[in-house]
């Protein structure tokens, strides 16, 4: 049963709103620099290449890091007589984030909760997204005023539930275990967990090749490397190349899910061709060149949204 119970007095506004948005789906994580944000572009994104209307709500008010990841970044946000008008990446992909209210990118957001809680009403009443099958809400790290104000604002107008991403050592999924803690709590539903970075995987060519010297110094062999290989054994340049980049020994977040009794979504790893997309505000899909993390995602979102991804072959 959810803890709540008194809701905002401008709730009915907000209700109005949120009536032509299907479906609602909350991003969280238990600590920041999990890639959370990037999960949340990259879902947005596909979403919106199945052909779905699709908006993506930033409410990390301290951090936005939406507008680069969706290649916004020095929009503004425009007013009409219907509200706010989210910036769009494509006519069925709307962004709102404070990101596009900051009159310097570098200047701190230093606000207290109740000034933070009043803008996460205002983007929710206030932004005229129009008919939208899915609102991706990408949150702040942890469980704070502003995870309690949009759990406030949507349980009453319907959620579908959160998607809890986190990286697979002991450290972080202790702090994503009380987030699954807080949604229990406050009454809603745990899509899935996301292990995110679950080692470093790239395609063998992609290495750069170091000689220790004895010294900090390293003489980088790559070119020799790549050259010796492409002579003597030119099938291992088709392989993936893996490494644990985090400590999983304790079972990861499956394990986690298992004992909590959440679903399991997959993992997806570490890939630099994902961190390239997510600095240029680009799709991971759209090229063929995040041959790692690409495929998990899409076998992800395949859990998520099953028969329409498939159709669409994202």
Not at 47 to 67: E, R, T
Not at 96 to 117: C, H, Q, T, Y
Not at 206 to 226: C, H, M, N, R, Y
Request: aromatic share 8%; proline share 6%; charged share 20%.
């Amino acid at each position: 049963m959810a803890m709540f119970f008194h809701p905002f007095a401008d709730l009915l506004p907000i209700a109005e709103r949120m009536a032509t948005v299907k479906h609602k789906i909350l991003v969280l994580s238990g600590k920041g620099g999990v890639g959370k944000s990037t999960f949340s572009a990259q879902l947005s994104f596909a979403l919106a290449a199945m052909d779905y209307q699709v908006g993506l709500l930033d409410i990390d008010i301290c951090g936005p890091s939406i507008p680069k990841m969706l290649g916004l970044e020095g929009q503004d946000i425009h007013q009409s007589n219907l509200g706010w008008s989210p910036c769009y990446v494509e006519s069925n992909l709307g962004v709102m984030s404070i990101g596009f209210m900051l009159p310097n990118p570098d200047e701190a957001v230093i606000w207290r909760g109740p000034r933070k809680n009043g803008l996460i009403k205002q983007f929710l009443k206030d932004v005229y997204w129009g008919e939208l099958d899915y609102l991706v809400v990408d949150a702040p790290p942890g469980t704070s005023d502003e995870h309690i104000s949009i759990v406030q604002c949507l349980l009453e107008t319907g959620i579908d539930g959160a998607i809890i991403v986190t990286t697979p050592q002991q450290v972080s999924l202790i702090d994503v275990r009380k987030e699954v803690s807080f949604c229990k709590k406050v009454g809603i539903n745990v899509l899935g967990v996301v292990e995110n970075m679950s080692g470093l995987c790239q395609p063998l060519r992609d290495i750069k090749f170091l000689k220790p010297s004895g010294t900090s110094e390293q003489s980088d062999v790559t070119e020799w490397a790549l050259q010796y290989m492409k002579e003597r054994a030119p099938e291992l340049l088709n392989l993936m190349a893996y490494s644990e980049v985090f400590d999983s020994s304790g079972g990861g977040a499956m394990k986690m899910c298992q004992e909590m009794g959440v679903p399991f979504l997959g993992k997806v790893p570490l890939d630099p061709q994902l961190c390239k997309a997510a600095e240029e505000g680009k799709s991971c899909f759209e090229d063929q060149k995040c041959t790692a993390s690409a495929p998990a995602l899409k076998s992800i979102i395949e859990k998520l949204i099953p028969k329409r991804a498939a159709e669409n072959g994202v």
